[in-house]
């Protein structure tokens, strides 16, 4: 967009009459009022001049040697890239009012006669051009606003920082046509800094220093400074929402902000990034206090046992700031070892507090010495009877006694342990129906547990994923066990091929008989 056509001041007319007098008075009488005159004797030479140059105005002779006036008019009326550019037309033969008619119905913004005054000519101009420039800030505002929210859309959509400040770069590039540079803190202190428009970006101190500027409170502050080039002058908006929080910074380079209007825009940006920053802080405050109320749910330590060495591992939804049902636990018993995993239905507090509940009782159902599906059926009953709307639960339970070298295995609706060993890995054939639902349920299946094998626990957001077969993601755990291989190593390559990008949380517990 032509800054004189927006802000006012010379403008560039075309100047059309194959009349070299008639030519040299009209082109004298603009210039003399400070405007850039090109001249051009025919249609052709005016039609070329405006393919190649960009003017604000056009004064054209209805008489020319190769095309009517009329005809030019039309043309620039219908070229999309100068329709907008006003035509004043010139005639010294015009004798009837059909004549000024039918410039002004073809396209002409305004119709003169020659001999005309210098004061009317320069009047005309001048309406035109005013109403041209009006025109041109109003679409020119209206384009940038379009991009403003599609910039918003954009910053709204962000999940990461990077992301984010990656959105802001690229919405000040497009909205002020000019390379930007967009910097915020992260929960960590760390600043993500992304530029758009432009391969250099400006280094850290340039950084610093532009965060440092922003006004102590909550607010939008536009100040300039030196860019990422030494001397180079910057126009850079900068935002808060709250106290003590870092805020973000847009820096795009001063010509691009022609106006007051334009240092709006780039406020309503930094404003809108800013904003969208706050949401995430929150969430990343929200995981982390989930996560935080999460594993203070989980057993602290695992029982250090000679013979039965295990690890164990806690990986929260990465979608998900809510906190979730999934548990484990490990309580030794006079020579055997009952290890639990389970998972509550649902992300919510109500999820985490049925969780505590159960898991809390199922230790004290152990304590007193119920077998496992016992303690499944107390447990059942408890869910019935203080959560019968939302305490659907699964749970497996496994007594492991080294000295008989067997482990008892009590499954209510869970992903069945895994036992893998020199032969291979197989999942042990225990089912049962889910706990909060009343069902009978069978007893506990006893399975040998040789020296060197290995047991995995698990719940079901290792194994599962939108749109694929629970068997097929059950196969691929399977296949990727191995009895040997370092069981936290092994926990750690079973999460990182397995459980990214899942939608549920995951706990996983491995143990393994040592001769």
Not at 215 to 233: I, M, R
Request: proline share 7%; aromatic share 4%.
């Amino acid at each position: 967009m032509n800054p004189t056509a927006m802000g006012g001041g010379p403008a560039r007319v075309l100047v059309v009459d194959d009349l070299e007098a008639s030519r040299f008075i009209a082109s004298s009488w603009l210039r003399r009022n400070g405007h850039v005159v090109v001249e051009a004797t025919t249609a052709a030479e005016a039609l070329t001049a405006l393919e190649g140059q960009t003017f604000d105005l056009v004064l054209l002779d209805v008489h020319l040697p190769d095309m009517s006036g009329y005809d030019v008019t039309e043309r620039i009326k219908a070229d999309p890239r100068t329709s907008s550019v006003p035509v004043v037309m010139l005639s010294a033969t015009y004798i009837e009012p059909e004549d000024k008619v039918t410039g002004l119905t073809r396209g002409a913004d305004a119709y003169l006669t020659e001999p005309v005054d210098p004061g009317e000519l320069l009047a005309n101009v001048e309406a035109a051009l005013r109403y041209h420039r009006a025109r041109a800030l109003a679409e020119h505002l209206a384009a940038r606003l379009t991009r403003l929210t599609t910039a918003t859309l954009a910053l709204n959509a962000a999940t990461t920082f990077e992301s984010l400040v990656q959105a802001a770069a690229i919405g000040a590039a497009d909205m002020l046509d000019t390379p930007a540079t967009a910097a915020l803190g992260t929960p960590s202190g760390a600043v993500c800094v992304a530029s758009a428009g432009s391969s250099s970006r400006p280094d850290d101190p340039a950084v610093e220093r532009w965060l440092a500027a922003a006004n102590p409170g909550v607010g939008v502050t536009v100040v300039e400074g030196d860019a990422w080039q030494p001397g180079a002058p910057v126009v850079a908006a900068l935002a808060r929402t709250k106290l003590r929080r870092s805020p973000i910074c847009i820096a795009v380079a001063p010509e691009s902000v022609l106006g007051e209007d334009d240092r709006n825009l780039l406020s309503q940006l930094a404003q809108a990034t800013a904003l969208a920053a706050e949401g995430l802080h929150t969430f990343a405050e929200e995981h982390s206090l989930a996560l935080t109320l999460q594993r203070s749910l989980l057993p602290r330590d695992l029982p250090q046992h000679p013979g039965l060495p295990m690890t164990a591992r806690y990986v929260p939804a990465q979608s998900n700031a809510e906190i979730g049902g999934d548990f484990y636990d490990v309580i030794e018993l006079d020579g055997q070892v009952l290890i639990a995993i389970g998972d509550v239905c649902g992300h919510s507090i109500e999820a985490a507090t049925i969780m505590a509940e159960v898991r809390h009782t199922l230790r004290a159902y152990a304590v007193e010495g119920h077998r496992p599906a016992e303690i499944l059926r107390r447990v059942d009953v408890l869910l019935q009877r203080f959560h019968p709307t939302g305490g659907l639960t699964t749970m497996c339970l496994l007594l492991v006694d080294l000295e008989a070298g067997t482990v008892s295995v009590a499954n209510a609706g869970h992903v069945p342990p895994l036992l893998a060993d020199a032969t291979g890995a197989s999942y042990a054939p225990v089912k049962g129906p889910l706990l909060g639902i009343g069902l009978d349920r069978p007893e506990a299946t006893s399975l040998p547990l040789p020296p060197g094998t290995t047991v995995l626990l698990t719940t079901d957001g290792l194994v599962e994923r939108p749109g694929v077969d629970l068997d097929e993601g059950m196969e691929k755990l399977r296949a990727a066990v191995s009895h040997t291989d370092d069981m936290d190593e092994l926990a750690d390559r079973l999460l990182a091929e397995l459980g990214q990008g899942k939608q549920d949380d995951i706990a996983l517990v491995l143990l393994r008989r040592l001769p």
